[in-house]
């Protein structure tokens, strides 16, 4: 019945640690990819258990926003779209724009929600707001289906260019993980974060070239824009899938540097507060 | 071979009051955060400041099974957060040699929208089982939890018996080198924690290195070679079970003897309006209190600071090894009780004929006034029962089953 302990047990010690230890140790996330992948599963599994559509809300929506935004930007107020149909050029960046807003939302207060399971058990905590993300990528996934399939049939074909997709959803991710871990962990003793983030995302939403061209800003300013990360991945959601216009590289280059930065200063921020989490949450 | 666990002057300090000076402001977090050679050590010492463990050093070798005994905040659960790496020691360290699996608070990780099938996954990855080793176990697990027809039905439907059982069964089939397991015996109906702790008793023979925290000291003393009693975060005395146990009784009598104004138990609840100042049980005529004969009348006085409007009192005797014997609540009124205007700030309950067999038990209070606790009290009052004649009888010699005789008349052959 008892099977042989499968490798010779090793000593852990547990003491009081200083500095960027934990988060950043491979050797003890992969001794826990088990446990990693069923809360994933998990958050795939519970995201759209009793509801009545399901899944198509990862498709409803971006497509919602599509139809309001084409409303009252494209028709109504005339904002520049490229040349590209309006309903195309919003949809184009509000795929990837929903995927980070909700890896935001929801993965800020995944510690907070989770709390009886931070103050009983020990993992590393950072498989909570990570959960949260490759959830996400289900329907980031699907929603890229629908909105290559609108794509096509509107008559366009996409170029090469969609083979940049998979780095600018990297770029995307690392940028939400980044911050939604930091925002997580400042939730654990400050709740302030719950009612900021809401907030924060309508701000980030104007920010970020989702309504509007990045190309309505003048020079210095749409490179310097880049710095939010989520500008190279909008235009180059645009670029891949739409097929239009030059590639904007400048743009592409200046956030993914940014989404680093933002990634590993969340990282170590989360790493550093991570031992006092189930003191306080 | 190597020792389990060995702790090294292991210390955890809590900070009372979150929001006192110093980290006040997120941005003081912050800072506090990024501050090279972490935070300002001074005035640790002072009152905003509990040490829930201190300098503690302590060794378990494999395979032994230990009981942790202490009073509620004695450091009895810090002790396993800190070995199941739930929370940081704040000083010393502790090595600790093989997989840790943690029993606590049965249910932790159940998510309710999940079925029974998808949760005995997710729980048991979230108490450290391999995949592979819960798909080996699955119908090991089902069958303990007998929930078979409802594997399938999320656990948001499970009756709370129901998902209790689950829960246990997934945790009770864990096969960790070191297991903790606090308090998580007192699940489910009586045929079901028979099984359980048949199980625990399982474990516990099975060369494993347990840890047990419970305040029953009867299933403590039942499962456990050895006992660590916890005081203030502090270990007091390691030894035998049977020793370790009868030396925190002793303990429990001491603290009890004082003026019951003073106790400041953290489990001490209630509005205090009104409180409990001192408890006796008297025996008839001029005994010395606490001390009654089985068979005799008894009287169990509890005074009071205030006489309040509509006060009631339950009172419940615990015996020795901490189980409830029986409880009386004034609540359930009966035509005999008296409402007395003279009494003052004075409850007291009569019994005719004392129905317990020699022992030392203990006396539990909780005071209730309109409607509302003020005040409850674990070990209150502790009581000797000497043998005497029990409705015409006398008290069986010591080694007999239970702590009570029913009044009752034998019919047998000539």
Redesign the interface.
């Known amino acids: 019945m ?2 042989p ?1 499968e490798t010779k ?10 500095g960027f230890s934990r988060v950043l140790a491979p050797h003890e996330l992969w001794r826990y990819r ?2 990693a ?3 994933a ?2 958050d795939i ?2 995201r759209y ?2 509801t009545l559509l399901g899944a198509v809300w990862a498709v409803l929506q971006p497509i919602g926003f599509m139809v309001v935004f084409s409303l009252f930007f494209g028709n109504l107020a005339g904002v520049a779209s490229n040349g590209l149909p309006y309903p195309l050029f919003s949809l184009a960046a509000l795929v990837p724009w929903t995927f980070f807003a909700n890896a935001l939302l929801l993965g800020s207060d995944s510690l907070v929600a989770n709390s ?2 931070v ?5 590393p905590r950072i498989f909570m707001p990570a959960g949260i993300l490759v959830a996400g990528c289900v329907d980031l996934a699907i929603s890229l289906v629908i909105l290559i399939a609108i794509v096509l049939i509107w008559g366009l074909a996409p170029t090469v260019a969609i083979l940049s997709l998979p780095l600018l959803i990297v770029i995307a991710a690392m940028a939400a993980l980044g911050t939604s871990t930091a925002l997580s962990a ?1 939730n654990v ?2 709740r ?1 974060v719950r009612y900021v983030v809401p907030f924060l995302i309508q701000l980030w939403l104007f920010a970020t070239p989702v309504v509007y061209p990045s190309s309505l800003l003048d020079e210095p300013w749409r490179t310097l824009s880049a710095i939010n990360p989520m500008v190279g991945v909008v235009e180059g959601f645009r670029w891949a899938t739409l097929g239009s216009g030059n590639a904007p590289w400048d743009l592409i280059g200046i956030s993914a540097v940014s989404a680093v930065v933002i990634f590993f200063a969340g990282l170590a ?1 989360f790493d ?2 991570e ?2 989490f ?3 949450v | 071979m ?1 020792t389990t666990i060995q702790t090294h002057a292991l210390g955890k300090r ?2 009372l009051g ?1 929001y006192k000076r110093g980290y006040g402001t ?1 941005r003081e ?2 800072a506090e ?2 501050r090279r ?2 935070p300002d050590e001074s005035d640790y010492d002072g009152p905003d400041f509990l040490w829930a463990l201190r300098d503690l050093t302590l060794a378990i070798e494999p395979g032994e099974v230990v009981g942790l005994i202490g009073h509620n905040g004695a450091g009895k659960s810090t002790l396993l ?19 840790v699996g ?1 029993l ?2 049965v249910g ?2 159940f ?1 309710p ?2 079925t029974g099938r ?1 949760n005995i ?2 729980n048991g ?3 450290g ?3 592979s080793e819960i798909r080996e176990r699955f119908d090991e697990i089902v069958e303990f939890a007998e929930i078979e027809r409802f594997l399938d039905t ?1 656990v948001k439907r499970y009756s709370s018996g129901m998902s209790v059982r689950l829960a246990f069964a997934v945790a009770a089939h864990l ?1 960790p ?1 070191i297991l903790l397991v606090d308090e998580v015996l007192a699940v489910g109906d009586a045929a079901f924690q028979r099984k359980s702790l048949g199980k625990m008793t399982e474990v516990a023979s ?1 060369g494993r290195t347990v840890i047990f925290v419970s305040h029953n000291l009867a299933i403590i003393q039942a499962l456990c070679e050895r006992g660590v009693l916890l005081q203030r975060g502090e270990a007091v005395a390691d030894g035998p079970v049977k020793a370790t146990i009868d030396q925190y009784l002793a303990s429990l009598e001491e603290g009890a003897s004082k003026d019951l104004l003073e106790r400041t138990d953290r489990d001490r609840r209630g509005y205090y309006d009104t409180q409990i100042r001192r408890v006796e049980i008297r025996g008839g005529g001029d005994s010395p209190p606490d001390v009654v004969v089985a068979g005799e009348p008894a009287t169990i006085a509890i005074e009071l600071t205030e006489q309040l409007a509509t006060m009631e009192c339950r009172v419940t005797i615990v015996n020795g090894l901490g189980q409830p014997v029986t409880s009386f609540d004034s609540e359930i009124s009966a035509a005999t009780d008296i409402r007395d205007p003279e009494l003052g700030a004075r409850i007291e309950c009569e019994i005719a004929s004392l129905p317990l067999l020699p022992g030392r038990y203990r006396i539990d209070l909780l005071l209730k006034a309109g409607r509302q606790i003020q005040d409850g009290l674990q070990a209150a009052g502790f009581f000797e029962v000497q043998p005497g004649v029990i409705d015409g009888r006398p008290t069986p010699a010591a080694g007999s089953d239970g702590d009570i005789v029913l009044p009752h008349i034998w019919r047998l052959p000539p």
Request: hydrophobic share 35%; charged share 30%; net charge positive.
């Open positions: 008892l099977r302990v047990p090793e000593t852990i010690r547990l003491q009081p640690t200083r088990d446990l992948g069923q809360i599963l998990r599994t519970v258990r009793q009886a399971l103050s009983k058990i020990y993992f400042i003793r400050f302030d921020y550093r507060v031992r006092g189930a003191d306080y | 190597a809590y900070r979150l997120l977090a912050i955060a990024f050679g972490g957060k800190l070995l199941s790496r739930i929370t940081e020691p704040t000083e010393g360290y502790a090595d600790v040699t093989g997989r943690s606590l608070e932790t990780g998510h929208e999940l998808e996954y997710l990855s979230i108490l089982m391999r995949k999320p096969e080198e099975q």
